[in-house]
């Protein structure tokens, strides 16, 4: 049993499509993350939700829209692909706030735009 | 806001120590963790620091000193498969997410 579960795990596109990656947690967390990784491995914070509300957005471009139908679910949806969106995004979960509770990360998703 | 600091890179040999420094400064101090990612997977949880001193796990230990702003993951016996990139984080200053260091990428050879 996946405890983060994230799909699809590798996306190929083309510049100005639009595409959404899914992302469910099994864990009973309030908290769901999006986490980008770049080429050179660099993890930063995209979004944070508390119990499907929105608890943080760094200066993420508004092309990426987040949403979460409920607390197991948080779904990253993203238009108008630039070359610069390719990257691994990962899901984490965890429990409310990030004071003391470690993170589970989903396996990731390969996002290539061409 | 937090600024986290560590090698990028590092290499050692089957059955050596090897030590992974981390700096960091951070507006209110909630607790270090260490993550450990291998090639193409996704980052796994090692270990979490909060008290000063060193937590000893198997093979890895994390130390933590508060007032120099300092975490070393200590990693003993050294395997082929403890090749992988080793993240050091902290919560930021409201407790809502983990901020990454840029990970130390750690190479071990025969």
């Known amino acids: 049993d996946t405890a983060v579960s994230q799909t699809p795990k590798y996306l190929v596109t083309q510049m100005g499509n639009d595409k959404s990656i899914k992302c469910e947690q099994n864990l009973g967390h309030d908290t769901m993350y999006w986490y980008k990784q770049d080429s050179k491995k660099f993890l930063k914070i995209m979004f944070s939700?508390?119990?499907?509300?929105?608890?943080i957005n760094e200066t993420v471009p508004n092309r990426f829209s987040p949403k979460s139908p409920d607390k197991a679910h948080l779904n990253l949806h993203i238009n108008s692909l630039e070359l610069g969106d390719s990257a691994v995004y990962f899901c984490a979960s965890g429990p409310s706030g990030g004071n003391t509770g470690e993170l589970f990360f989903g396996e990731g998703s390969r996002l290539t735009v061409l | 806001g937090q600024n986290i600091d560590q090698p990028t890179e590092m290499t050692a040999t089957e059955g050596a120590i090897v030590q992974i420094n981390c700096t960091y400064q951070?507006?209110?101090?909630?607790?270090l963790f260490w993550y450990q990612q291998h090639a193409g997977e996704a980052p796994t949880f090692l270990s979490y620091n909060v008290l000063d001193g060193l937590e000893e796990k198997g093979r890895f230990s994390s130390f933590l000193s508060r007032s120099k702003g300092y975490s070393y993951l200590l990693l003993k016996e050294l395997q082929m498969k403890d090749s992988a990139s080793y993240l050091c984080a902290v919560p930021n200053q409201a407790g809502t997410a983990l901020i990454f260091g840029k990970g130390t990428t750690l190479s071990v050879s025969s």
């Open positions: 939700y508390n119990n499907k509300e929105l608890i």
């Open positions: 951070t507006s209110g101090f909630n607790g």
